[in-house]
Nanobody
Framework: QVQLVESGGGLVQAGGSLRLSCAAS????????MGWFRQAPGKERVFVAV????????TYADSVKGRFTISRDNAKNTVYLQMNSLKPEDTAVYYC??????????????WGQGTLVTVSS
């Protein structure tokens, strides 16, 4: 059974930074593209970023391009999301998942609990 555990969220002021982590188990992590998604209050979950299995290719949503960086450590079965220059509109619960080739980058597994990021103005 695949398990995804996100961490690293918190409360930060606009302009600040956070680094999210996602530990994955139950799947051959290194053979799958991994993505980050987010769900703002009252809105649907949307794509944020994806990294291919070898970490050689990344894709970002336009709203985070130039501010967020996705990376992965296959030896640790972990994917990261470095978030800089945070804006109040980045406030959301952030989730990771293995994804199908895309776009669209549809999730493969059940969602974890996510990690809440709150950006104050």
């Amino acid at each position: 059974q695949v398990q995804l555990v996100e961490s690293g969220g918190g409360l930060v002021q606009a302009g600040g930074s956070l680094r999210l982590s996602c530990a994955a188990s139950g799947r051959t992590f290194s053979t799958y593209a991994m993505g980050w998604f987010r769900q703002a209050p009252g809105k649907e979950r949307v794509f944020v970023a994806v990294i291919n299995w070898s970490a050689g290719r990344t894709t970002y949503a336009d709203s985070v391009k130039g501010r967020f960086t996705i990376s992965r450590d296959n030896a640790k079965n972990t994917v990261y999301l470095q978030m800089n220059s945070l804006k109040p509109e980045d406030t959301a619960v952030y989730y990771c998942n293995a994804v199908k080739p895309g776009p669209p980058f549809n999730a493969l597994d059940a969602w974890g609990q996510g990690t809440l990021v709150t950006v104050s103005s």
